[in-house]
């Protein structure tokens, strides 16, 4: 299954962080949001379809979330837990930890924020910038 979510760059986007990689239908963002890549998305973790949350909360889900970015993708997998309450209207995140939360849509994650490729967080600096956050579900 795969479901996508457009978004758009801001000259903020730092993709710092460690742990995280954020997009949020917000449309500001201070240098301190360090693991958000996008705003003005097109939806947060409420308005993934029904049928994905289900197997978002399943355990042995395998999901691959890309962020793609003109000719450029960037690969994260992780996986699924029944923890996801998956209702955060505003915003998605994808975590290496377990820690979950309503803005939490997968754990165990192999990369974050601060992996991102440096062509693809500078072309995010731009905020006439479309990307795009592809949601994959094995």
């Known amino acids: ?37 996008g705003v003005n998305a097109s939806c947060g973790c409420l308005g993934i379809p029904d049928e994905m949350k289900t197997l978002l909360q399943k355990p042995q889900s395998e999901i691959t979330c890309t962020i793609l970015v003109g000719n450029h993708s960037f690969k994260v997998k992780g996986r699924g837990s029944a ?28 990369t974050a924020s601060d992996s991102i490729p440096r062509q693809i967080v500078d072309a995010l600096q731009n905020p006439e910038t479309v990307g795009i956050f592809r949601i994959e579900i094995k």
């Open 83 to 110: 923890k996801l309450a998956l209702t955060n209207p505003h915003d998605i995140v994808i975590r290496k930890s377990n820690f979950t939360c309503p803005r939490t849509l997968s754990i165990g994650c192999d």
């Open 1 to 37: 299954m795969r479901f996508e979510i457009s978004f758009r760059g801001h000259k903020n986007v730092r993709s710092l962080h460690p742990k995280s990689i954020e997009i949020t239908t917000e449309s500001d963002l201070t240098v301190n949001g360090d693991c958000i890549v």
